[in-house]
């Protein structure tokens, strides 16, 4: 009779194992790039020459993609 309370949190654990390490990861990974992001500080003249320079090459290879769009990509 004692090992029947026992035995069920086993079963739970088990049963909820996977989850949890899908969970752990995810959450992981958020923290990496909420860290990453934080890391990654352009000024907002360096930002337009970048995301500028990123147009005129896929303007280059006949691609046209707004300034705005291109920035919304870079959020």
Request: with cysteine; proline share 3%; hydrophobic share 40%.
């Amino acid at each position: 009779m004692e090992n029947i309370p026992r035995a069920k949190s086993l079963d739970i654990r088990e049963q909820y194992e996977p989850q949890l390490k899908e969970l752990q990861e995810a959450y992981g990974e958020a923290m990496f790039e909420i860290l990453a992001r934080k890391k990654v500080v352009i000024s907002v003249g360096r930002r337009r020459e970048m995301i500028a320079s990123v147009q005129q090459k896929l303007a280059a290879e006949g691609m046209k993609v707004s300034m705005g769009q291109l920035d919304n990509l870079c959020l």
